[in-house]
């Protein structure tokens, strides 16, 4: 039986109340032992006290914002020690061209401080002796990324493993990274507590995967992961090691070049993670090779939930242990515009209407609440009365011509 609305507008207002408790009490605890005191503002730029980003990372401390006036930083490379540092770019994107530098032989930038937020920031072109040269590479414990772009580099992020460490990437482009050697990836996250990735868009890896994370727990929802007509990556998703994992809403695409057959790959390297649990939930798929597996499940995990995915071309739901529900193959998907990777929904879509409610794992929902808007953007989801299969809720005509 559904809960009533006003139950849930209750249940709503207790929840908040409750958070707003436990931020003052945080707040609390901050004023009296000084960890939430705010930090200095360093502005970066031509005409600002800081030339260059390497400058203002020489001098940081813990709890500063850097601003960077938005333009190119050729060669500019650095290495960033202190704590809770929120670093973006201002009046526009600041591009970091790596020009042949790196960090250490690392990366454009090295975080090696905890806590870090970065904003409105593009990486591109870092290739070390090593073949691993990173737009970011996460060596320290916690990292937000927000409307930033990585390109051109052997990794996009790279991030160490970390017990402690949680990373959210959210409003990012990643696209051309990889050394080629499919070692290096345009996204690749180590063995962290906890991995989410939202309202991204990742593409044309070079034979690397889009996204590989060995994560403790990783939450993939709402992002558009495609290789298009000429992209060569390998999967598009890669969970090595298993964990805790929840692919929901995401718009995923296989093009006819891509390097492997299977698009998301579960625990192939083993099952070293704590909890193995996997929820595939509303994903649409379109496979533009002539066969190959929308998922692949090794080892044999607790729980494997694979519901309402909407599946496009020759391909295997699900290779491996796992139980499948209500999940629609066809060739005929009813999309806005297929030829120009358009997935929306038209009103003659088989898959309107035809989804059932995935459940919810503790006190995670997984329905989506979310879809994924082109580029770089999310809409809320309203309430339907029975929800689709696939990325999208409800149909998009579009204007006749």
């Known amino acids: 039986m559904r809960t009533s609305w006003r139950i849930e507008a209750k249940l709503q207002l207790r929840y908040q109340t409750t958070i707003a408790s436990l931020a003052w009490i945080v707040a609390v605890f901050a004023s009296a032992t000084g960890a939430g005191e705010t930090g200095r503002l360093l502005q970066v730029g031509p005409a600002r006290a800081f030339k260059t980003p390497s400058a203002a990372a020489a001098v940081a401390k813990d709890g500063d914002t850097i601003e960077i006036e938005a333009g190119e930083y050729p060669?500019?490379?650095?290495?960033?020690?202190?704590?809770?540092?929120?670093?973006?770019?201002?009046?526009?994107?600041?591009?970091?061209?790596?020009?042949?530098?790196?960090?250490?032989?690392?990366?454009?930038?090295?975080?090696?401080?905890?806590?870090?937020?970065?904003?409105?920031?593009?990486?591109?072109?870092?290739?070390?002796?090593?073949?691993?040269?990173?737009g970011i590479r996460q060596e320290g414990a916690g990292l937000v990324v927000r409307h930033c772009s990585f390109h051109d580099n052997e990794d996009g992020i790279l991030t160490g493993a970390n017990p402690n460490s949680d990373i959210l990437i959210e409003y990012s482009e990643f696209h051309h990274n990889g050394h080629g050697d499919g070692l290096s990836h345009n996204l690749y996250i180590g063995r962290v507590r906890s991995f989410t990735m939202q309202f991204c868009w990742s593409h044309h890896a070079s034979v690397g995967h889009l996204v590989k994370s060995r994560a403790e727990t990783n939450i993939i929802r709402f992002n558009r992961l495609m290789d298009e007509q000429a992209g060569n990556s390998s999967y598009v998703i890669d969970l090595p090691n298993g964990g805790k994992s929840f692919i929901i809403g995401n718009l995923i695409q296989h093009g006819p070049h891509a390097e492997n057959g299977v698009a998301i790959s579960y625990a192939a390297e083993g099952a070293k993670n704590a909890v193995q649990a996997l929820y595939v939930v509303n994903n649409t798929y379109v496979n533009e090779r002539p066969h190959g597996s929308f998922l692949r499940v090794a080892g044999t995990p607790s729980e494997v939930r694979v519901v309402n995915n909407l599946v496009v071309g020759s391909s295997t739901v699900l290779s491996g242990s796992g139980e499948t529900t209500n999940n629609l193959?066809?060739?005929?998907?009813?999309?806005?515009?297929?030829?120009?990777?358009?997935?929306?929904?038209?009103?003659?879509?088989?898959?309107?209407?035809?989804?059932?409610?995935?459940?919810?794992?503790?006190?995670?929902?997984?329905?989506?609440?979310?879809?994924?808007?082109?580029?770089?953007?999310?809409?809320?989801?309203?309430?339907?009365?029975?929800?689709?299969?696939?990325?999208?809720?409800?149909?998009?005509?579009?204007?006749?011509?």
């Open 329 to 401: 193959i066809t060739t005929t998907p009813g999309f806005v515009d297929a030829a120009h990777y358009d997935y929306r929904l038209t009103s003659q879509s088989p898959a309107l209407g035809a989804g059932i409610d995935p459940g919810v794992v503790g006190d995670f929902s997984l329905s989506p609440n979310y879809y994924y808007q082109h580029p770089l953007g999310g809409v809320a989801c309203t309430k339907v009365r029975r929800p689709s299969v696939g990325a999208y809720p409800v149909a998009v005509d579009p204007a006749p011509r």
């Open 75 to 134: 060669g500019d490379v650095a290495v960033w020690s202190a704590n809770r540092l929120t670093i973006r770019g201002v009046n526009g994107v600041a591009h970091l061209v790596a020009k042949g530098k790196s960090a250490q032989q690392k990366a454009i930038w090295v975080i090696r401080g905890n806590d870090t937020t970065i904003e409105h920031i593009e990486f591109s072109g870092c290739r070390v002796p090593d073949h691993n040269g990173a």
